[in-house]
Structures are given as C-alpha cells and as structure tokens.
C-alpha cells in the first residue's frame, strides 16, 4: 500500500444486522482510534474492562490496548470508526504547535466519554457527516489531481476539530477506563501480537506456544476467557480479514494469490472459509455491486 494513503481510516455509521459475534474479535494495533457507538446492545472490551455501552458514548483509545466489540446477536449495530497515524497526526500539530490535543490518547490511553452536553455531541455529529462526505468526495477524485490535495487537506482539518473537542472534553466529562496490567492480559496480548505478525504461516497450537515459551493450555484458556475465541479461530479470522482486504483492494490479485498470501493453504481452502464465515465466495464478494455494500466508507490517504 501508497505510505502516501496510510494515515487515515474511517468508517461511519457502519451498520451490521445479520452477523454472529465470531464477526468481531478483540485486537490492538499502532493507530489511535475513536469510536463512536451510535445504536444496539454491545459490550466493550479494553484489556481487562467490560463496559456496557450507552447510545453516543465514545471511546478514544490509543490502540496498543486488547480492545474489541461484543455486540448481542439478533439486535442492529451501528458505529463510526476512525483510526489514524500518530506519527502523521504529530508531524501536523507540531506545526501548529497544540501538541496537547494528543494528551487523551497519550497520557489517558483509553478513555470513555458519555453525557456529551447536547450542544458539543451536534458539533463532533456535524464534524462526522462533514469527514463522510470529504470522502466521498475523495473516493470520485483523480489521486493527483488538485481537487484530491484540496479534499484531503479539508479531511485533515476536520479531524483536528474533532482532536480539540475530545481534547476538551477530556479535561472535565470523561470515565477513566486505564490500560489493565495483569499477568493475564500481558500474555495475551503478547500471543494476538505475535499472532499478527504471524498468522500466514502454517502453525500448530504447540507451535505458537512453544514460541512464545508458554503452556499450550495456559494459553488456550487464557485467550478464551479474555477474548471468547480460541486462538485458532482468532488466526482464522486473521486470514479471513486480510483476504478480505486484499479482494477489496488489489483486484488485480488471483484468487489463488490472495488465498496463499492470506495464509491459506490452497484456493479451495481458502473459498470454503470465505464462503462459510461471509456466506458468499470470494469471486462473488469481489465482483459484487457497490449497492450491495454496507453503507462502510473505508478511505485512507
């Protein structure tokens, strides 16, 4: 992928009706995130901490934390996701000299944000329909063209607001949610790290333990009790994202490609996963309408 179209993801108000919980799994990487939960029933894990969620609450997250969603099956869930670059974000406000607006994902890590004055929750609504519509502005824009820069150098400015209000809202109507340190949570996320880095191999559950020099049952029940898959699963759905990515965003890939590069044994293989866990093949989920997709913006720049 361009370093160029790294920075920035944002999905929103993407709406899931018909999944199963196996569709979310818990994670971490190297991006700050906020999340905005809009509609549902849905639980959320950050490392060690279970909140209920409540309708608009936000959670801003610095990412390195176990975090997931655990929404009740049978019951439409609906979020706005953004994730973006740290070293991006930095390089910008060192400029602008408010290197504070950082401080909630820096010095708090993961905070939860509920009660929002009415008058402040309108004002990051606004900032959320505006970044929709940049993007999708962006997404019918020539990547070279003038109107792109202008387009993402808007994105960039509407993301900033945002930064200040969350940054203000840090500072008096926030529920302190700390990055858990148990012994537990430090194993597992070392085991979804190296999972990470990892899961395109073929490997066994005495494989993964012995490389990361832990029981294998320790680490089987371990991972079930905090994440609610095995591990094997969770690798599954490892492959079964990035191969959903690689059809997304390389169509110039062979299916055979994607399966090998995903970590699939086989093009077979890899179709008969795709299609058991999507209910529809990868040549199908590749080819389909844009009609036919969630109302998911996914654009990076």
Not at 47 to 56: F, G, R, T
Not at 113 to 140: A, G, H
């Amino acid at each position: 992928m361009n370093k160029s179209i790294e920075n920035l993801y944002f999905y929103y108000r993407n709406i899931d009706v018909d999944f199963r919980k196996s569709d979310f799994f818990v994670h971490s990487h190297d991006y700050f995130e906020i999340y905005m939960f809009h509609k549902g029933e849905c639980k959320y894990l950050i490392n060690d901490h279970v909140i209920q969620l409540h309708e608009n609450d936000i959670i801003v997250m610095n990412g390195s934390a176990l975090h997931g969603p655990t929404p009740t099956e049978g019951k439409p869930y609906e979020r706005t996701v953004i994730e973006f670059s740290p070293e991006w974000m930095r390089s910008i406000i060192h400029q602008l000299n408010v290197p504070e607006i950082l401080t909630p994902f820096d010095q708090l890590g993961n905070i939860l944000l509920r009660d929002i004055e009415p008058q402040k929750f309108e004002e990051i609504q606004s900032l959320l329909q505006k970044l929709y519509l940049k993007q999708l502005n962006l997404k019918n824009s020539a990547k070279q063209s003038i109107e792109n820069r202008m387009l993402k150098g808007e994105t960039t400015t509407l993301l900033i607001e945002l930064l200040f209000i969350i940054y203000d809202l840090s500072k008096s109507k926030l529920t302190s949610t700390p990055i858990g340190n148990t012994s537990k949570m430090k194993h597992v996320n070392k085991i979804i790290t190296w999972i990470d880095y990892h899961y395109h191999q073929n490997l066994t559950l005495d494989e993964i333990a012995e490389q990361l020099h832990i029981s294998k049952y320790y680490m089987s029940r371990i991972f079930k009790d905090v994440t609610g898959v095995t591990v094997m699963q969770y690798m599954m759905q490892r492959r079964l994202l990035r191969a959903k990515y690689l059809l997304e965003m390389h169509p110039e890939k062979s299916i055979l490609d994607i399966a090998l590069e995903s970590g699939f044994e086989s093009a077979s293989h890899f179709s008969r996963k795709f299609r058991k866990h999507y209910q529809i093949t990868p040549t199908e989920y590749r080819n389909r309408d844009d009609n036919d997709q969630h109302t998911l913006i996914n654009h990076f720049f």
